[in-house]
Every structure is written in structure tokens, then in C-alpha cells.
Nanobody, 117 residues
Framework: QVQLVESGGGLVRPGGSLTLSCAAS??????????MGWYRHAPGKERELVAR???????TYADSVRGRFTCSRDNAKKTVYLQMNTLKPEDTAVYYC?????????WGQGTQVTVSS
């Protein structure tokens, strides 16, 4: 079994910054060959893809966060990061880390990000 644990969520003011971390552990030797991503879910909205990073470090971003968020990875630490800058109230959501291995999706427990003055 693989576990994903997110951390770094919290309350920030509009325009502020926050960095989320996702550490993989358990029955996985390496994350280097897998694409990982960040999703978010806000009340009344569908879960949406925020950012994705491939095994070759190619990143993909939702239009709403492009230019503000940066996704990166440290394969040695089996950790994926999401640097969030210029946060807006509409970024408020529970953020989930995702790892897909073939047809199985692993998910973290989620971390709450609240952007409010």
C-alpha cells in the first residue's frame, strides 16, 4: 500500500503565498517514473486538476492558476510540492495530492487552504 500525506495548508490573506508538500511512503521504491498532480475541491464545485508534473518534470496548470502556482518534485525525498503565490479567495479549497500507477489512483487525505482577509 502507498500513502500520500499532504502538509502546509492553512489560512492566508489574499495576495499571500503558501507551499504545499506531498510525501509518498509505504510500498513504493520511487516516484520518479510517475506523473503526480494536485487537485482541489471546493464546496459546490467539482474536483479540478490544479497542476500536474510528469516524470520528465513537464508541468501542466489549470488556466486559473497558471503564472501563480509552481509544481515541482524531489524524487530523492519522494515528495511533490505546490508553491502558491498571489493567492485569491477563489483558491480556497481542500487540496489533494494524486499519484496514478497504471489503473489505480492514490490520494492523500487533503489539506485545507483558506484565503481570506
Amino acid at each position: 500500500q502507498v500513502q500520500l500525506v499532504e502538509s502546509g495548508g492553512g489560512l492566508v490573506r489574499p495576495g499571500g503565498s503558501l507551499t504545499l508538500s506531498c510525501a509518498a511512503s509505504g510500498n513504493i521504491f520511487s516516484i520518479s517514473m510517475y506523473t503526480m498532480g494536485w487537485y482541489r475541491h471546493a464546496p459546490g464545485k467539482e474536483r479540478e486538476l490544479v497542476a500536474r508534473i510528469s516524470s520528465g518534470d513537464v508541468t501542466t496548470y489549470a488556466d486559473s492558476v497558471r503564472g501563480r502556482f509552481t509544481c515541482s518534485r524531489d524524487n530523492a525525498k519522494k515528495t511533490v510540492y505546490l508553491q502558491m503565490n498571489t493567492l485569491k479567495p477563489e483558491d480556497t479549497a481542500v487540496y489533494y495530492c494524486n499519484l496514478r500507477i497504471y489503473n489505480y489512483n492514490y490520494w492523500g487525505q487533503g489539506t485545507q487552504v483558506t484565503v481570506s482577509s
